[in-house]
């Protein structure tokens, strides 16, 4: 009797075990998987800014139909989620590209294209 509660422990333990590995390496799936959804967020935010200053006059401090001369503004070139730099900028498009904070650990970046009628995001 004594062999097979032991070998009820070793089997537990085992168990118990498996399922903690799993629950991390779903819990870190999730995690990064958050971090890109932040991180688009952001930039379609940012992009949609960009769209603004387009279609302002110059008049009033905007592009005037073209997206030279829009900046990200200083409070939000970095976040919690990550950096962001405008490049790219010309008369119909702009191009925003969004990094993950060093400090997270991932290689991925998101490329914003931001046109007059439209915002799209690919994460490289």
Do not use: H
Not at 37 to 47: A, K, Q, R, Y
Not at 81 to 94: D, R
Request: charged share 5%; hydrophobic share 45%.
């Amino acid at each position: 009797m004594g062999q097979q509660q032991l070998l009820l422990i070793v089997l537990g333990v085992i168990i118990v075990g498996i399922a903690v590995v799993v629950g991390i390496n779903v819990f870190t799936a999730q995690s990064e998987e958050a971090a890109k959804e932040s991180v688009i967020s952001d930039c379609t935010n940012l992009g949609s800014m960009s769209q603004q200053y387009f279609r302002k006059p110059t008049a009033m401090a905007g592009g005037g139909n073209s997206f030279v001369g829009w900046t990200i503004p200083a409070s939000l070139d970095t976040t919690a989620s990550g950096t962001y730099a405008a490049s790219g900028l010309s008369a119909t498009a702009a191009t925003i590209t969004g990094t993950p904070l060093a400090a997270m650990g991932y290689t991925w970046t998101v490329t914003t294209t931001v046109s007059r009628t439209g915002i799209t995001s690919v994460v490289n």
